[in-house]
């Protein structure tokens, strides 16, 4: 069964910090992009950063650059999100997804994962 499980999240308060983690199973994740995505409550879902294939190339929506890092173990199959100086409207339900290229905008992200919850609160 080809499926990605997301983990990591949980509730943090504003300044804090989480790693979200994407792990694939039943496919290597070596030869594509990975994206990440959130959907607060009430909205539409959003792109928040992606990586190519070989890590090379990230790109990151302007509400989290600077704050947010992405990467990628290979070895691991997983991908990961490193989210610092988190604040209230950071809060949502992330997911992640894949893709030939690292390309935010694009609407064919594939193999969504359950998701994990991210909320920031004091």
């Known amino acids: 069964q080809l499926q990605l499980v997301e983990s990591g999240g949980g509730l943090v308060q504003p300044g804090g910090s989480l790693r979200l983690s994407c792990a694939a199973s039943g496919f290597t994740l070596d030869n594509k992009a990975i994206g990440w995505f959130r959907q607060a409550p009430g909205k539409e879902r959003e792109g928040v950063s992606c990586?190519?294939?070989?890590?090379?190339?990230?790109n990151y929506a302007d509400s989290v650059k600077g704050r947010f890092t992405i990467s990628r173990d290979n070895a691991k199959n997983t991908v990961y999100l490193q989210m610092n100086s988190l604040k209230p409207e950071d809060t949502a339900i992330y997911y992640c997804?894949?893709?030939?290229?690292?390309?935010?905008?694009?609407?064919?992200?594939?193999?969504w994962g359950q998701g994990t919850q991210v909320t920031v609160s004091s």
């Open positions: 997804a894949v893709f030939s290229l690292c390309v935010l905008s694009e609407r064919r992200w594939n193999y």
């Open positions: 990586i190519n294939n070989s890590g090379g190339y990230t």
